[in-house]
């Protein structure tokens, strides 16, 4: 499939998601974050996302307030577990890209007010 033959996807705050394929078992997905944005706060029901930083560098903030955090370097994989609440922070000065794959059933995105309370 040509890169610019995507399909808009679910939408959350500051990302922008293109679907490549959709079976009735998982997604593949490209998303890209503007350079120092921020997502708004989500969680991806009952799917696991198994993901690869294309281009840039990879925030996560999640956990009570959202005071937790990892970041994943250009190149690197990283998983999100179903239910985690949790935004996607992109702290370079290029657009990042990832590669994600949604495993299970449900929603893809839940969009909520915040983390949760410490």
Same mark, same amino acid.
């Given at each position: 499939? #040509?890169?610019?033959?995507?399909?808009?996807?679910?939408? $959350?705050? =500051?990302? @922008?998601? @293109?679907?490549?394929? !959709? $079976?009735? %078992? /998982?997604?593949?997905? %490209?998303?890209?974050?503007?350079?120092g944005n921020m997502t708004g706060w989500h969680h991806h029901g009952?799917?696991?996302?198994?993901?690869?930083? #294309?281009?840039?560098? !990879?925030?996560? @903030? +999640? /956990?009570? @307030?959202? %005071?937790?955090? $990892?970041?994943?370097?250009?190149?690197? +994989?990283? &998983?999100?577990? #179903?239910?985690? *609440? &949790?935004?996607?922070?992109?702290?370079e000065d290029v657009t990042q890209e990832l590669i994600l794959s949604?495993? =299970? &059933?449900?929603?893809? *995105? *839940?969009?909520?007010?915040?983390?949760?309370?410490?």
């Amino acid at each position: 499939m #040509a890169p610019d033959a995507l399909s808009p996807g679910d939408e $959350t705050p =500051g990302i @922008e998601r @293109e679907v490549a394929f !959709a $079976t009735d %078992r /998982g997604l593949l997905i %490209r998303s890209r974050v503007e350079p120092g944005n921020m997502t708004g706060w989500h969680h991806h029901g009952d799917r696991d996302v198994l993901g690869h930083v #294309a281009r840039g560098r !990879a925030r996560f @903030e +999640f /956990g009570p @307030e959202g %005071r937790s955090s $990892t970041d994943v370097e250009e190149g690197g +994989f990283f &998983h999100v577990p #179903a239910r985690l *609440v &949790h935004r996607d922070v992109n702290p370079e000065d290029v657009t990042q890209e990832l590669i994600l794959s949604f495993v =299970g &059933h449900g929603p893809l *995105v *839940v969009n909520v007010d915040g983390p949760d309370p410490g």
